[in-house]
């Protein structure tokens, strides 16, 4: 048995320039919805994680013939699709499957799918996605794990969202696309994944408005057909890497981003003393000040803050000046990563939804896990900045949405890399 690490030492001043891969959370919902298209689709920008390889497995499962053309380029073609029920282990371990719901009940009028997994933040309900699949007709139920949504004519409804839900919202999007007449959802989310599945929908003949605004407007369209579609830029994955850069006092260019997506986190990284300067598809992110500012920062769906940028921004904020405050506005419980940056001898105390940031000098290299994706990341970006070496194990979190983190930071000169390390043979008895 092996078990991959990640091991850093100590990295400032980073140079170079990154590539930013394709959104995850655009990927993985195009994925689905591309059963509810019927018709073959190429999708071009697809970043190459395990979560969207799992997301591949899942749909071979159900039939859709997956051709990969090149790393980042799929033909996916849902044409054979044979179930209609995903009850299968691979479900369960990723939250975008609950897509296949709406994707399914849209195309044949009924769908049976397991409960999701994915990063564990606290109860995740589902009561908005069945808000939504209700207010089309459909009738559902969950009984033991599995929710089953059936409905032979789905007719256009209205549907006001209790809370922002971007999984709500995708999936309401997705069963009213083939309805008949017109659907709205109202207090919609806006994020750039939200638009981006509409922009994909719209481009396979889809008659979607209002996506990235509050209210969506859905006219139901009989028909739809392939398509071939590039995927926009990873928003996390981008601020991921500006937190780094000012972590480390570096100064990098990423590449392949939209800036308007990256304004919050832009804002913060400027208040802490980060220099971010933006170009049409870049942006430089460059730091010479070495007294980091503490700032207070609380997540909500987006134009605000992002809450997949929340644990980046704690280790940043864990060495710098001052008392900084994180309010976690999404999840109930985000904070799981705490003890591994407490470990790494960061001050942070977590009261419910709120953690409070005492800035320390310098963090500590040692061992620590990757409780969650994200989690994942703040622990690399802490490894950078800490004294010494970082060891980081359970890093298949860090590969369900990074693609190639470990070359790409390496490549800006940063002393990390990939080990496996195999137990050694433990002979019990006596000889
Ligand atoms: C959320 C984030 C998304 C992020 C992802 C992974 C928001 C609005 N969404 O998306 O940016 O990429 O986590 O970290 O920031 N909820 C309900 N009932 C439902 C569905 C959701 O009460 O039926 C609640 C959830 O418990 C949560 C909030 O709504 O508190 C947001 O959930 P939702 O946006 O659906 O989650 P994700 O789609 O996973």
């Known amino acids: 048995m092996s078990n991959k690490k990640i091991v850093i030492n100590k990295s400032m001043n980073l140079r170079g320039s990154v590539k930013i891969a394709g959104a995850k959370n655009s990927a993985l919902g195009i994925l689905a919805a591309i059963v509810c298209v019927g018709e073959p689709c190429i999708i071009e920008n697809v970043p190459d994680i395990s979560d969207v390889a799992l997301m591949c497995s899942i749909l071979s499962k159900l039939g859709v013939k997956i051709d990969m053309i090149s790393k980042n380029s799929i033909k996916v073609d849902p044409r ?20 296949l719901l709406g994707a399914l009940l849209s195309r044949f009028g009924e769908a049976s799918v397991a409960m999701p997994g994915g990063c564990d933040f606290g109860l995740r309900p589902m009561d908005q996605h069945i808000k939504g699949f209700e207010a089309l007709g459909a009738k ?20 006001y969202l209790d809370v922002v839900s971007v999984g709500a919202t995708i999936n309401t999007m997705i069963a009213a696309v083939r309805a008949e007449g017109t659907t709205i959802i109202e207090n919609a989310a806006k994020e750039p994944h939200v638009v981006d599945l509409a922009n994909f929908l719209n481009s396979c003949g889809a008659d979607i408005h209002g996506a990235g605004i509050d209210v969506i407007t859905i006219n ?20 991921t890497y500006m937190a780094a850069s000012v972590a480390t006092q570096s100064d990098i260019l990423i590449t392949n981003v939209i800036p308007k997506h990256l304004e919050a986190i832009s804002a913060k990284l400027r208040e ?30 987006y134009p605000g803050f992002p809450t997949d940028m929340q644990p980046q921004i704690v280790a940043l904020l864990s060495v710098c000046e001052g008392t900084s405050m994180v309010t976690e506005g999404v999840w109930e419980s985000r904070f799981r990563y705490i003890s591994e940056l407490r470990r790494m001898g960061a001050k942070v105390s977590v009261d419910g ?12 290299g040692t061992n620590v896990k990757s409780v969650d994706l994200r989690a ?36 800006l000169g940063a002393d990390i890399k990939n080990i496996i390390e195999t137990p050694e043979k433990v002979f019990l008895g006596a000889c």
């Open 80 to 99: 054979n699709i044979t179930l209609t029920c995903a009850n299968f282990d691979e479900i369960r371990h990723m939250r975008a499957s609950y897509y």
């Open 140 to 159: 559902c139920e969950t009984i033991g794990g599995i929710t089953s949504v059936k409905c032979k004519h789905l007719k256009g409804g209205r549907v």
């Open 220 to 239: 139901g369209v009989k028909s739809l057909t392939g398509t071939r579609y590039q995927i926009i830029p990873d928003q996390i994955e981008a601020g």
């Open 272 to 301: 802490i003393g980060g220099e971010i300067e933006f170009f049409e598809d870049s942006v430089r992110v460059s730091c010479n000040n070495k007294n980091l500012r503490k700032c207070n920062v609380k997540t909500m769906p």
């Open 353 to 364: 939804r709120l953690a409070v940031i005492e800035g320390v000098k310098n963090l500590v």
């Open 376 to 411: 994942g990341a703040a622990v690399i970006i802490a490894g950078l900045i800490a004294d010494g070496q970082t060891r980081i194990e359970n890093i298949s979190h860090i590969e369900r949405g990074y693609e190639n983190i470990v070359g790409k930071l390496s490549n």
